[in-house]
């Protein structure tokens, strides 16, 4: 299934799309503006996603970030792998949705990175898992994300709260999929202004899905909406104002979104 959380005369709503003649179509909406589980979902005439005000697509009680996730990356900055998952939060007011605008901290930070990430958005409450539990019936689906990063402030700090949590610093969306298989490899992408920056398959990934969740829901409660980014392919780089960053992800979408100063 695919859905998307967008503007409504009702306000945010969650909707499901269905391909109808080749155009995605919000079709179903969920009433309330809670993590549905759509059975209660009321058929509507078809809205365009295309023409739709799309939302961040859940409203998460927390943001979990996997950091130095594929090993190009892990080289490219000058770390050593890691052994087990290095994880981090992005706290909830770092959260903005398609063409919103990421604002540059252009008076703290002069170097602001974007970071293509799959990310996992669970779908059901979760703790302890089994070792050989399944974690898949804990998911609701995959969507893109854009870790923002001001890497002058990780190197300076030593720790990376600051660097990672700017207000608009999480873009996630545009869409919700349970239709692809990050295990068989996903293709994750960023473009700045059009230019293709990064490119790898999940498939790369040091740590899976499945060992991801697990460790997180060792330390956390995993709640319905929470989100887990699987971080980033090498090709980080640098945005400025005005450029327009777009995280590309196989099987989800293009999530975009422009790059503004701060006053
Ligand atoms: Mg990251």
Redesign the pocket.
Known sequence: MKYCRFVSAEGPRYGIIENMSGVDQITHIAPGNEIPDFLGAQKVAPIPVASAKLLAPVDPAKIV???RNYRDHVKELGNDEPAEPVIFLKPQTSLIGPGDKIVRPQRLSQRVDY?A?LTIVIGKRCRNLGENEDVKPYILGYTCSN?V?TRDLQRKDGQWTRAKSFDTFCPVGPIVTDEIDPWAGVRVESYVNGVVKQSESTTAFIFPVDVIVRFCAAVMTLLPGDLI?T??PAGIGSVVAGDEVAITIQGIGSLKNPVVDSD
Do not use: F, H, Q, S
């Open positions: 970030c996997v950091g970071e990430e870790d990063t980014l971080g980033t």
